[in-house]
């Protein structure tokens, strides 16, 4: 009779005569003491991981995904992509991006086998996923939010990288499938001027009430220029996003001379770089834009202001989108976002992406060919046409327009 399967290591607070209870890890009848008391919960953890790191023998090289962890798959697609120091600083970023993911997948699928990995454990994941509060709430109302199923497809498209790259190095017998759950429904969110004009004058420090559709200083009488003076940044992001459909990030990294990091601003020549000389193109195409006449004044505005800041004798300003200090932005734009769009009363579905989706809503809506406004933000003719095509004027206009044409019999 085949005996019992031995338990897995673990902590056990041990009880001792006349003296505090100690933590101790407990692993097939070992007993290895950590060294903590009762209340040093935290360091017994920290030591318990350390024994664990320790114990386990790496199964990277091995062809047998039976025996092959996914936490090594992880380890070993990590250690891979790792960039160099010298690295751009979006590269740097992804990179911190995809080990945040890993991370992640490590807790629900690192003890698991490659073998593991079927459409219903894929489900599993997503549901353990979507279940979990996200990390970076800090509000009362976002801590109640979850995880989306995005971010879960996003973390699985991952680890499928990291078994497609471990097959490539080693040849495993079977590639297991890495079962997705659906893509969102893409947002046909765009703004109109209305809106557009309340998210300004939220950035110039006033709040309109939704009962009556007032606007009220949101301060008390000497705070608005504060108020206005933090949120200048956010006023610059919203006219280049509305005035050229620059994602997000690429508007985030705007500088004002040529740099390998980011895309810059050529004044001179009319022209808004999205691309450091750097940075590789992706899928996500970045090409140059042409700066619309309505937003050179704004530019050479801007440049003025920050060749006279304050900060601009000791440190010269490079970044078009800044703090007050003159600083680069260390972090997205996400709280100060939130601030203006609940000032100006607007819903939840308007994110910052959603200048790129009005930028292409405002052309279209103007006669604009899809071809230029494709070349001009960075879509394919294809994108334009499936997602945003139905704001053109002319729409399936010959086809609306055809049965009220007389024929000829024949």
Known sequence: MPGRKPKPPRLYLRERDGRERLWVIIDRGREISTGCGEKEVRGAEE???????????????????????????????AEAKARPATATVKAAARYREMLAFCETLSE???????????????????EWRTAQP????????????????????????????????????????????????????????????????????ACLGWRREVDTGRWAKIQPEGIRKQTRTRRAHIARFIL???????????????????????????LGRGLLYRRGSGER????????????????????????????????????????IHTSTGEGLSTPIRTGWEGIRNDAALGADVVPHVLRHTCVTWQLQAGVLPWEVAGAVGMTVEQIENGYGHHSPDYQKASAEAFGKRTTPP
């Not at 699928?109 to 997503?126: A, H, L, M, P």
Request: glycine share 4%; proline share 6%.
């Open 47 to 77: 030591r318990f991981q350390e024994y664990l790191a320790g114990k386990h023998v790496s199964t990277v090289g091995t062809r047998d995904f039976t025996r092959l962890k996914v936490a090594d798959v992880l380890t070993f697609y």
């Open 134 to 201: 996200l990390r970076r709430a800090k509000t009362e109302a976002a801590l109640k939010k979850r995880v989306s199923p995005a971010t879960a497809r996003r973390e699985l498209e991952v680890l499928r990288a990291a078994v497609n790259l471990y097959h490539a190095e080693y040849t495993l017998p079977s590639v297991p499938k890495i079962t997705l759950p659906e893509k969102s429904v893409p947002r046909d969110r765009w703004l109109t001027r209305a809106e557009v004009a309340a998210l300004l004058w």
């Open 108 to 126: 629900w699928w690192g003890g698991k086998n490659v073998s593991d990995i079927r459409g219903e454990t894929c489900r599993q994941y997503v």
């Open 281 to 320: 193109e992706t899928k996500k195409r970045r090409p140059p834009a042409r700066i619309p006449h309505r937003l050179m004044p704004h530019l050479l505005r801007w440049q003025q202001l920050d060749r006279t800041h304050p900060t601009s004798n000791e440190h010269p300003i490079r970044h078009v």
């Open 240 to 266: 280049i996003g509305l005035y050229t459909g620059t994602r997000h990030e690429a508007i985030e990294r705007l500088q004002w001379h040529a740099n390998v990091d980011g895309g810059w601003v050529d």
